[in-house]
């Protein structure tokens, strides 16, 4: 069992079979156990390439990202930080 990564469900709360937990887990990352977010986009006839494009286009570089938050403020405002 991992109880310090059940972090928002309670593990006496689990009603999925040990099957569903091990599948569960396999997408838990230390610190953060079973907390986790998901971007869903459903529709029809969506261009799933050109939204993963534009969404990749949306990440900080390796350099942008080590700039850290003064860097971001510098470069690009603080409005949202």
Do not use: N
């Not at 309670?10 to 998901?38: L, Y």
Request: charged share 30%; net charge negative.
């Amino acid at each position: 069992d991992y109880p310090e990564l059940w972090g928002v469900l309670r593990q006496e709360a689990w009603q999925g079979t040990e099957q569903e937990m091990t599948d569960f887990r396999k997408t838990w990352e230390s610190p953060w156990g079973d907390r986790r977010q998901a971007l869903v986009f459903i529709g029809k006839d969506l261009r799933h390439e050109a939204i993963h494009e534009l969404l990749d286009d949306c990440l900080l570089t390796d350099d942008e990202f080590g700039m850290g938050i003064d860097g971001w403020k510098a470069t690009m405002g603080d409005l949202m930080l």
